[in-house]
């Protein structure tokens, strides 16, 4: 057996940064983890330092490849990350001009609102799968390009480079040799159109609706192939970049989502279900989005159809770190299961607006039902139903589309709270499966980089079972039909568009 027998995944979340280093079993054997802070300059306005992120994520590297032994046993990385993120740097110095613009953002709402009110979404829809929101990159290159000092003239000159976190990564990681993005990455950017076709590039249409140079942009390559090497300087040795995929769809692919019809749903920071629909390209009625769900050089590729919640365990930090009303989010679980019910109390985390199937970003979050009776555990436990909530109107939509998702495979922080779990496997009648470990985007990762090392086929991994916890629905049909009632209500007074 070869000395290289580890793969180095980097997890590079909205909150944080990880290294996962995981055997030829896909087992994990080392990690390392950092905080990365969000910053938040006004109202709707979500920030990083992206050269934090780079250095975090360097400094974790190196912690997780210590614990595992040494740079010499790691046969390749894959790196999944939050995507639609937003960078544009130096091409020189690699320093960005300006802080990341992250997903939650929603600056360019007032840009998104100008483009639909010229009747420009089902175009845009037609063209990418997505609808026209601030959440995608598009717009958010454009700001910067059209807010920072000299952008726009460093731009035409060939000066900078955009990149989503996995590319920014890249480049840093080769000193700049590769400047390169995955498909699933592209297709969040609101300027790459809705295809598989290896021979696609980017959307000349949409980067002049939306004022994006085209010299701005990486290459586009599958999910699972080789990205470069490493620089000998960070590791000690060069190391093939063997993956790159956005969070959610290495999610799919680590849930083992391969064939159509499958679906999981990831409960961090937002919510996000992913359904993967083939070869079909997905065309959704009901303002899902349509998305590329992972390509594998010389071994498969498929669309997916996706639903994101914005907010999920953003509000167990919040009910945490701003109102103090929990200590950790293990406290959650407690403080929401002592209760008999939730008092007729509702809580709509519309922080940064509403997702899918919503699409309102003018929202703002409100909690309703409040009555004398009420305390910190009503307001504690109408927090995590609000997840529930949403994924009930997810799934809704996902059917009416012609995608029902019989079993949901969850994965993600909240997951692990048993309470929420059954109580979302009661809101939507469907049986929950939660893996016992549950790192599937980093797992996802590293999957992609073993069929590339030729550890695995991917028919292999399609038939992946992972140990773990099923919640089947205990609720009687009236107090479902009771608290969904209750929501609707809470969510119509949110509700602006």
């Known amino acids: 057996m070869s000395d290289q027998d580890l793969i ?49 994520t360097l400094n974790v590297c190196r912690q997780a490849i210590a614990a595992a032994g040494g740079a010499d046993r790691i046969a390749g990385i894959g790196i999944t990350n939050q995507r639609e993120t937003t960078l544009v740097w130096n091409r020189e110095t690699g320093v960005p001009i300006a802080p990341a613009i992250v997903w939650q953002d929603r600056r360019t709402a007032n840009v998104c609102d100008i483009l639909k009110e010229r009747g420009l979404e089902e175009q845009v829809q037609a063209e990418t799968g997505l609808l026209i929101d601030p959440y995608f990159s598009g717009t958010k ?10 952008a ?30 995955d498909i699933t990455n592209a297709s969040r950017t609101l300027l790459y159109p809705l295809s598989l076709d290896p021979e696609a590039s980017w959307s000349n249409t949409m980067a002049d609706l939306l004022d994006v140079p085209a010299n701005l942009l990486p290459d586009v390559k599958p999910s699972g ?18 993956s790159a995929i956005g969070d959610q769809q290495s999610a799919l692919v680590g849930q083992a989502c391969l064939a159509p019809g499958t679906a999981k749903i990831t409960y961090g920071t937002g919510a ?49 770190d701003d109102l103090g009303l929990i200590s950790d989010a293990a406290e959650s679980q407690k403080r929401a299961e002592k209760l008999a019910d939730n008092a007729g109390v509702y809580l709509v985390p519309a922080f940064t607006g509403l997702g899918a199937p919503h699409w309102d970003a003018n929202a703002r979050g409100a909690i309703t039902g409040l009555t004398r009776a009420a305390g910190a555990d009503h307001i504690v436990r109408a927090g995590l139903e609000a997840a529930a909530y949403q994924t009930h109107d997810l799934l809704e939509a996902f059917a009416a589309d012609g995608a029902d998702v019989d079993v949901l495979r969850v994965d993600g922080g909240m997951a692990a709270n ?34 590339q090392l030729d550890w695995l086929h991917p028919d292999q991994w399609a038939n992946h079972e992972a140990p773990g916890t099923r919640f089947e629905p205990k609720m009687d049909r009236t107090t479902r039909a009771t608290l969904l009632d209750g929501w609707r209500k809470a969510l119509n007074q949110t509700l602006t568009e």
């Not at 390392?32 to 975090?56: M, N, R």
């Not at 000066?159 to 590319?167: Q, W």
């Not at 990681?173 to 993005?181: E, R, Y």
């Not at 309470?419 to 985007?441: H, K, N, S, Y």
């Open 272 to 320: 996000f279900l992913v359904a993967n629909t083939g070869h079909e390209p997905p065309k959704s009625a009901n303002r899902l989005l349509g998305t590329l769900g992972y390509a594998i050089e010389g071994g498969g590729e498929a669309y997916a159809l996706e639903g994101a919640i914005f907010n999920a365990g953003t509000v167990v930090q919040w009910l945490r």
């Open 152 to 181: 726009r003239t460093d731009a035409a000159a060939g000066k900078l480079a955009f990149g989503t976190v996995d590319t920014f990564l890249i480049w840093q990681l080769t000193k700049g040799k590769v400047h390169a993005t």
């Open 8 to 56: 180095l995944v980097i997890d590079e979340g909205t909150t944080s940064t990880r290294a996962i280093i995981f055997d030829r079993g896909f087992k994990p054997v080392a990690q390392a983890q950092e905080d990365v802070d969000l910053t938040y300059p006004a109202d709707g306005w979500v920030e990083q330092d992206g050269t934090a992120i780079w250095e975090k």
């Open 418 to 451: 048993d309470w929420l779990m059954q109580f979302i496997a009661d809101i939507c009648d469907r049986p929950v499966e939660r893996p016992d470990f549950m790192e599937m985007t980093a797992l996802g990762a590293a999957a992609l980089a073993g069929m």
């Open 225 to 242: 192939a080789c990205y470069g090497e490493t620089d000998a300087e960070w590791f000690g040795r060069p190391i093939p970049i063997l």
């Open 141 to 150: 290159i454009s700001w910067l390009l059209n807010n920072v000092d000299g």
